[in-house]
DNA sequence: ATAGTTTATTTGACGCGGCAACTACTTCCG
DNA sequence: CGGAAGTAGTTGCCGCGTCAAATAAACTAT
């Protein structure tokens, strides 16, 4: 059970600690917005980027990576968004194969009166608990971690 | 949009950071175990946490606790766990309404042969992008967003 | 004992995300 | 031009997790 290059015993406890965080934290924060707004992290997220966007309207791959999603999940999160009247899509104009994703007016609306709730939550569950000084730890070690991981795929045994 | 207690530009700038984590980084975990063991993260843990128990066994909610899942779902993980042959259950001897899972050999083996590839993932994904430092860094902060949150229904508007 | 409450676990219904396949448009290149 | 290759986005299928309800056993107090 430890045959590659196995964990030193700081780094067992810092990944157990992150493991909790990893499963506890969006669970907490999903449910929160849930239930007083009936919207995932992930929309949320998708109308918070729409919202600071000029124009309000993104391409779908480009929101798609913004919002950290894969195209598939975030076509359903449109979807969605847009079966609630928070979001449009339209063909966009240069390139027909392209779909601009546009806030409602609705959307926005929806976004101003969950946004207080949410914050208060992510507020409660982490910058209550961390100094200022862990704050630009946490910047410094989540900016470490979300560079160009995502690839996923590591060529082990191929 | 900026009513109740807002964010900071640090604390923003860091919720983006951290956001971006608990989207990428539970994803490209699994996908590695998935694929190459056929296993999800959560699996993994369960057999992870009984193969440090003396007999290899525990009680069901006691796992739950453990792994940070809710009862049901580390119910779901049991049951299938157990129709790969990785688990046993039975009835607790002192109280016939707890159930005592307890991990296989099989299942130890599989833990054993998945075990390389994950903490290679793992290394690869956090480790090797941190300084020690920022291993005590991320330890501290990732504590302290572990504790006593999960309860994650907050008082809010009741 | 007995009814009521609490604790341990499972399950049915349901929605969501991943993967892979598919459509449709665009671009490249001979 | 015309077909091959690439890009943008959607969708069917399937497995997983949540919520709430159900089951069952164990206390608790009368």
Redesign the interface.
């Known amino acids: 059970?430890d045959?590659?290059?196995?964990?030193n015993a700081?780094?067992l406890?810092?990944?157990k600690?992150?493991?909790?965080?990893?499963?506890?934290?969006?669970?907490?924060l999903d449910?929160?917005l849930q239930r007083?707004s009936d919207l995932a992290?992930?929309d949320y997220?998708v109308l918070v980027i729409l919202?600071e966007r000029d124009g309000r309207s993104m391409r779908m791959t480009e929101l798609a990576t913004s919002?950290?999603?894969s195209q598939s999940r975030l076509s359903r999160i449109v979807a969605r968004l847009e079966a609630a009247g928070y979001v449009t899509r339209q063909m966009a104009p240069d390139d027909r194969r392209a779909v601009l994703a546009t806030l409602t007016e609705a959307g926005m609306a929806k976004?101003?009166a969950a946004?207080?709730?949410h914050?208060?939550?992510?507020?409660?569950?982490?910058?209550d608990?961390?100094s200022?000084a862990?704050?630009?730890?946490?910047?410094?070690?989540?900016?470490?971690?979300?560079?160009p991981?995502?690839s996923?795929?590591?060529e082990?045994?191929t």
């Open positions: 059970m045959e590659p290059q196995w964990l700081d780094e406890e810092a990944w600690a992150l493991a909790g965080v990893l499963f506890l934290l969006p669970t907490a449910s929160q007083d992290m992930a997220m919202s919002a950290n999603t976004l101003v946004a207080p709730g914050v208060a939550q992510v507020r409660k569950l982490v910058f608990r961390l200022p862990q704050v630009a730890s946490l910047n410094e070690v989540a900016r470490a971690l979300s560079n991981d995502d996923a795929t590591c082990i045994s």
